[in-house]
């Protein structure tokens, strides 16, 4: 038999195991592993290459439709595949809030005709679309976004009726609700107290942000989720303290599941933060080191579940701003977050199977699509992450593939590349060189 595609010579990594083997590829689908020859009508030699399973980013906002001057579905998708991402998941804020069955259908429509790699979306629940969370539920989407703490796009949070209200009625979809947990009224409070005490520097960012308003949101969403039955992720986690009672949330049986980014762990905001200034503002913010050691552990641990970016693009007249309260927070991340963590990887922090779990198996798993996604078995899709560990390189934000090139990261070494990005069996990047052909599809709930 003949595949359509072979991936020869590499060696394959899951989260159980590294071992040498070909892989053929037919229908999209990953249809033979095997130690022996495969004839295929493309092959792939990955000779001193690791063969991931397809990496996932859970977590990024590609401004479209409504703000496409940032980053569009074509702009952002070629990112993540230049980034070595083959599934990611947009988020709602845009223009309009993916908050409804119409914007839903746009959104594919979008996804469809430009995305280079596949994708997923949730929808947004605000105060008045309780009443929508079941119809919903029907359309395809992986799950929902709730936003307790105010960041871009301004939506504002349910209040504690309608929310509980929501986490009842999503429990019963068997869907996954995500928080941007932030208590908003301390942050609210603290900001307005440094305007009038006239700070502009960008650690007044950080200070009006403290670790205490994130644990409170996390608090609450899991409470809330114990009382409902509600699977319930945190998005972005930047915080011990929130790591802390997600652990314990976990402990006592609650399906409560967070991520975080590579600038949280990797980042010093209090020594990083006078330096990088706007650039580096973020919502949550980058805390101090002591964060990113405790975030780290808790990825090895399986307190925190997965890597995602919050890849948020903003030009950069919107980025850099003298005072910190004027400049949009959010950056690029899809296209670095797999080299960082590679590096990472290279300097015996984790290990590459620990890394598969945590940015592909664990992510498909959450957002419910594995074992279509997140998996390098027979009948998955071939989804495929090629990536070489020796290479080094320089992360250069006038490189990246984003409309927006911003990164904290500019400058950064790195060594571990990917240089294969393969989307059901189709090559959308090869050594550093993008496909935009649009062959994305959207990414279903496989199971509830
Ligand atoms: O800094 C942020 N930017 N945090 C968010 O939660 C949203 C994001 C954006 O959309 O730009
Ligand atoms: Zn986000």
């Known amino acids: 038999m003949s595949y359509d595609l072979v991936i020869k010579n590499g060696t394959l990594a899951t989260p159980e195991a590294t071992l040498k083997a070909n892989v053929g590829v037919k229908g999209g689908q990953i249809a033979a592993i095997a130690a022996g020859p495969l004839d295929g009508e493309k092959v792939i030699d990955a000779q001193g290459l690791y063969v991931l399973p397809g990496l996932i980013d859970g977590h990024v906002h590609f401004r479209d439709p409504g703000l496409t001057y940032k980053e569009d579905f074509a702009t952002g998708s070629q990112a993540a595949a230049a980034g070595g991402i083959c599934t990611i998941i947009d988020m709602p804020n845009t223009k309009p809030p993916l908050s409804t069955v119409e914007a839903f259908r746009e959104k594919v429509s979008i996804g469809e005709s430009k995305s280079c790699v596949d994708f997923g979306v949730v929808a947004v629940v605000v105060q008045d679309n309780v009443d929508r969370i079941p119809e919903l539920a029907s359309t395809g989407i992986l799950g929902y976004k709730i936003f307790m703490g105010e960041t871009v796009g301004a939506i504002p949070a349910p209040d504690d009726g309608a929310m509980l209200e ?43 942000r403290p670790e205490i308003s994130e644990a409170d949101a996390i608090q609450k969403v899991i ?9 319930v992720h945190i998005y972005h986690m930047s915080s011990r303290k929130g790591m802390e009672l997600v652990a314990t949330g976990k402990g006592a049986g609650v399906d409560v599941t967070a991520e975080t980014g590579p600038h949280y762990l990797l980042l010093d905001g209090p020594s990083d933060m006078p330096r990088l200034k706007a650039m580096l503002k973020m919502n949550p913010p980058v805390r101090g080191k002591e964060h990113g050691a405790a975030l780290f552990k808790g990825l090895l641990d399986g307190s925190v579940d997965m890597i995602a970016t919050d890849h948020s693009p903003h030009t950069l007249e919107e980025k850099l701003k003298e005072n910190i309260w004027e400049a949009i927070p959010g950056f690029c991340g899809v296209e670095t977050s797999v080299p960082l963590m590679l590096t990472q990887v290279n300097a015996g922090r984790l290990t590459l199977n620990q890394y598969v779990q945590v940015a592909s198996e664990n992510p498909a798993r959450v957002w419910g699509m594995y074992p279509k996604k997140g998996r390098l078995a027979v009948g998955s899709d071939a989804d495929f992450t090629l990536v ?30 990917p240089v294969y990005t393969i989307v059901r069996g189709n090559v959308v990047m090869q050594h550093g060189e993008v496909n935009p052909a649009p062959i994305g599809k959207l990414v279903t709930p496989q199971a509830r």
């Open 166 to 208: 929501a986490f009842g009625l999503i429990a019963k979809t068997g869907l996954r609700v995500g928080f941007h947990a932030e208590n908003n009224q301390i942050m609210q409070h603290l900001i307005k107290r440094f305007k009038a005490q006239g700070r502009t520097d960008a650690l007044a960012h950080l200070e009006s």
């Open 223 to 231: 409470l809330f989720a114990q009382s409902t039955g509600a699977k």
């Open 388 to 417: 070489d560990m020796k290479q080094e390189g320089v992360i250069r934000s006038e490189r990246l593939h984003s409309r927006s090139q911003v990164s904290p990261f500019d400058g950064y070494k790195v060594k571990g590349l």
